[in-house]
Nanobody
Framework: QVQLAEFGGGLVQPGGSLRLSCAAS????????MSWYRQAPGKERELVAS????????NYVDFVKGRFTISRDNSKKTGYLQMNSLKPEDTAVYFC???????????WGQGTQVTVSS
């Protein structure tokens, strides 16, 4: 069974950067796609970015294009979300997921808080 844990959240000033990590336990990490979601207070959870199992296809939602980069290292069973030029509206709890090939979610992480504030 695969478990996920996110790391790297914290408080950052507007314009700053953070790198989130999503570490997986278990032996099936490389067979799953991976996504990052976020949920701001009072708002619905929303997709941020996704990457296929082999890293060959990546998708971003419009509001993070050019600022966020999703990546993965299957040898380390870890995924990443590099976030640059952060804005206060990026404040949210960020979750990683492992996804079946169909796109449906197999496993959620527990989330990590990102706060962008001066």
């Amino acid at each position: 069974q695969v478990q996920l844990a996110e790391f790297g959240g914290g408080l950052v000033q507007p314009g700053g950067s953070l790198r989130l990590s999503c570490a997986a336990s278990g032996f099936m990490f490389s067979t799953f796609g991976m996504s990052w979601y976020r949920q701001a207070p009072g708002k619905e959870r929303e997709l941020v970015a996704s990457i296929t199992a082999d890293g060959g296809r990546i998708n971003y939602v419009d509001f993070v294009k050019g600022r966020f980069t999703i990546s993965r290292d299957n040898s380390k069973k870890t995924g990443y979300l590099q976030m640059n030029s952060l804005k206060p509206e990026d404040t949210a709890v960020y979750f990683c997921t492992l996804d079946w090939r169909s796109g449906t979610t197999y496993r959620w992480g527990q989330g990590t808080q990102v706060t962008v504030s001066s």
